[in-house]
């Protein structure tokens, strides 16, 4: 549409607006494309400047394939990003292609403002299992563009210096992890701690599972006991009472930053929980030998918990008059070859077989090295998630909000548990 609208598409914005998020394809342009046949897309994604430059290089490679179709480029940081999509939605000037993330797949799916992607990507390369993260009601709205295990970092460097072994992750239990972590601080003494507090959602889930429990249940509701979630948000706070962690102040400043200023890829820490795509960054950060470890779990945990989760999503808006050429481009993203091997892991691994195959070799180490554990891992893993109700992208924050409530001594976790069960319900599946 390019900032042009006709009589009915303005009306149509005008009732957007008036009705929050209600979208239909009906308000999309039915512009197929320029006056010269060149067909014209815009892509929007979120990210830093690494992810920039490497997305414009691989979009820049699909139009020299593909002479026909010139595409505009619209990103911005992760703060902004979904406030200015879901703006663009409302006045029905969504981009044609453009990122998701899996908290967010049912806000926008129940809305009406994704696509049917069958039939405009060929999805048969690719982990059958994972594309159903992307549906709704069979429909497939989105397609995962790799996927991450949620796992824990150990910087060996700083458990070499603390005198400490690397544990053996088959068998740690979450006592011993807050045990190795207090060994850490008490051995270096230097502003150098163990571990630093996560309150990130898939955590909680891996949590969740092995205790038998999911976190969102068949009716889009929270899926876990009080029990589990106050148990949860208590370890945190014994994390803090053994100095296996920094103190309340100085752990919610970590817990404003990302990878790159945490402890583990900083050299202050011994231990981190972060998604397996971040160990370059870690690595990158540290100098450091970095190694990837299983989640801890007690001996009565039905499951280790772990889930591969796609990393995000491309998705194609329902109100675009181009999805033809917008399905060819989401296909070139996830099923080229060439297109891989420019995007590496930054989006997740590839789970097309024959793609990753064909690109494995030329990864850099620190993607060998997640292959290898995400392999070591496939006999472990439970089903990855399915798309997530509505309201779960507001999940994140409220387990940070109620954790640090915990953390300052302002409310149990029975309190912080119910609290969160309770105002999580009043948002998802409106």
């Known amino acids: 549409m390019n900032g042009r609208m006709n009589g009915a598409t303005k009306l149509c914005s005008a009732l957007l607006v008036a009705g929050a998020l209600t979208l239909t394809a009906a308000c999309g342009g039915g512009d197929s494309g320029g006056g010269d046949g060149t067909t014209t897309l ?19 490679l699909f139009m020299e394939k593909n002479e026909d179709i010139k595409v505009e480029m619209e990103y911005s940081d992760w703060d902004n990003y979904y406030d200015r999509l879901t703006t663009q939605m409302a006045s029905g000037d969504a981009p044609d292609v453009f990122s998701t993330e899996i908290r967010r797949m049912g806000e926008f799916g129940t809305r009406n ?49 603390a005198g400490i072994e690397l544990p053996d992750d088959t068998t740690w239990t979450w006592d011993d992890y807050r045990d190795f972590a207090a060994e850490v601080t008490a051995a270096t003494g230097d ?79 011994a231990f981190g929980m972060w998604w397996s795509n971040q160990l370059n960054a870690i690595t ?64 997740g691994l590839p789970r097309n077989a024959a793609v990753l195959e064909e690109i494995r070799a030329g990864l850099p180490e620190t993607d060998q090295a997640s292959l290898e554990f995400i392999g070591a891992l496939a006999d472990e893993l439970n089903d990855p998630p399915k798309a997530n109700p509505n309201g779960a992208g507001e999940m ?18 029975q309190e912080a548990a119910s609290g969160f069960i309770s105002e999580a319900n009043s948002v998802l599946s409106k």
Request: charged fraction near 20%; avoid cysteine.
């Open 284 to 347: 990158t950060g540290s100098g450091s030998e970095i190694v990837l470890l299983r989640m801890p779990k007690d001996a009565d945990a039905v499951s280790g918990g772990h889930f591969l989760q796609p990393n995000m999503f491309w998705s194609v808006a329902a109100s675009s008059g181009k999805k033809e050429a917008a399905g060819q481009l989401v296909d070139f993203l996830v099923n080229d070859p060439e297109a891989a091997a420019i995007i590496g892991s930054d989006r």
């Open 42 to 60: 815009r892509v929007a994604w979120w990210g830093n400047d690494t992810r920039q430059a490497i997305t414009e290089e691989v979009l820049d």
């Open 191 to 269: 502003g150098t701690y163990g571990t630093q507090l996560s309150f990130n959602d898939a955590y909680l889930n891996i949590y969740a599972q092995q205790h038998g429990e999911i976190f969102y249940g068949e009716d889009g509701k929270i899926g876990m006991s009080e029990e589990v979630i106050a148990d949860w948000y208590s370890f945190q706070q014994d994390l803090i009472d053994s100095k296996a962690s920094p103190d309340a102040s100085r752990s919610a400043e970590l817990g404003s930053t990302g990878v790159e200023a945490s402890l583990v890829a900083t050299n202050k820490g």
């Open 113 to 161: 403002a994704l696509a049917d992607l069958d039939g405009l990507v060929d999805m048969s390369g690719l982990d059958p299992q994972l594309l159903q993260s992307g549906q709704l009601e069979g429909t497939q709205y989105a397609i995962p563009t790799g996927v991450n295990a949620f796992i824990i970092a150990a910087n060996k460097t700083v458990l070499d210096e």
């Open 396 to 413: 994140p924050a409220m387990l940070e909000r109620y954790g640090q409530e915990v953390v300052f001594g302002r409310m149990t976790p």
